[in-house]
């Protein structure tokens, strides 16, 4: 991920298929994403799952 980031629906798509249908976007998870933490979407599933799952 870099600074251009952007929630599209591939991406949403990507997530749900990662992480099952309870995934959802919310203000601290979009925080950790934006903060340049996550290198790759892998990352961002699994620190989901991490979180919520």
């Not at 997530?15 to 290198?39: H, N, Q, V």
Request: hydrophobic share 35%; aromatic share 16%.
């Amino acid at each position: 991920l870099d600074k251009h980031y952007r929630n599209t629906q591939k991406v949403r798509q990507f997530l749900l298929s990662e992480c099952g249908a309870a995934f959802k976007f919310d203000r601290g998870f979009m925080l950790w994403i934006k903060s340049g933490t996550p290198s790759t979407m892998g990352d961002v599933a699994d620190e989901w799952l991490r979180r919520y799952g």
